[in-house]
């Protein structure tokens, strides 16, 4: 079956340093990759995806490439901010007729002033 | 737009209880997927409605259930509830079937707490 694996957190960094999440897979088929971000008593929200590989997504300057011949799907920001505390998720979901999501299991990102 | 609402918040139950937990899409959104988030599980799928029908299913006894509404409201069932149904249960909308390009808008949650 799916599986999606991530490091394990808690993550901690200072404002403005260099974060990196990993995230590998295992998969039949060509699965679709997503990136949520979980804020203290919210639900997840979509953060980035990539639908192929080589595929890179980014959004608020985060940024993660679908590896195929790795099968990894590393999260990245090059400075980050206090506001970026939260819990990150890795995803993939079927490309087949049927989806059924898979996600990692979290890593929690604290970043200090 | 409003984003999809979850309600209640919070409930407490007891073991043996069966509780309904209720969710409103986006609006113009077709499909709503449920998930049960745990500390030692993480995020897992329960299943997902499109159009009233149940389109897919996770890996749970026939105690959950869920069904879906012609104006796309769902709601979940859990009967007979037991200790480890303790949990945050998360319903997410999309525009379609879920699928690789349908991104899934998520609600707040509910928090369970079975005592």
């Known amino acids: 079956g799916n599986s999606v694996t991530q490091m394990e957190g808690p993550v901690t960094l200072s404002e403005e340093a260099f974060l990196t999440i990993n995230c590998t897979y295992t998969a039949t088929g060509y699965p679709s990759l997503f990136w949520y971000v979980q804020y203290p008593g919210e639900g997840l929200q979509l953060l980035l995806k990539a639908t192929k590989a080589d595929d890179k997504g980014s959004n608020k300057g985060f940024e993660a490439t679908y590896r195929k011949e790795t099968t990894s799907f590393h999260l990245e920001k090059g400075s980050v901010q206090v506001s970026d505390s939260a819990v990150y998720f890795c995803a993939l979901s079927d490309s087949g007729g049927s989806y059924i999501p898979t996600f990692g299991r979290g890593t929690s990102l604290i970043v200090h002033p | 737009k409003a984003g999809v609402t979850q309600t209640p918040r919070y409930l407490i139950k007891t073991r043996g209880q069966q509780v309904t937990l209720s969710c409103s899409p986006i609006s113009g959104h077709r499909s709503v997927s449920w998930y049960q988030q745990t500390p030692g599980q993480g995020l897992q799928f329960l299943f997902e409605y499109f159009s009233e029908t149940q389109r897919n299913k996770g890996n749970f006894p026939g105690r959950f259930s869920g069904r879906q509404f012609s104006n796309s409201r769902s709601e979940m069932n859990v009967s007979t509830l037991e200790l480890g149904d303790s949990a945050l249960y998360l319903c997410?909308?999309?525009?379609?079937?879920?699928?690789?390009?349908?991104?899934?808008?998520f609600g707040p949650g509910t928090r369970l707490t079975v005592l």
């Open positions: 997410a909308s999309s525009l379609g079937q879920g699928g690789s390009y349908n991104e899934q808008f």
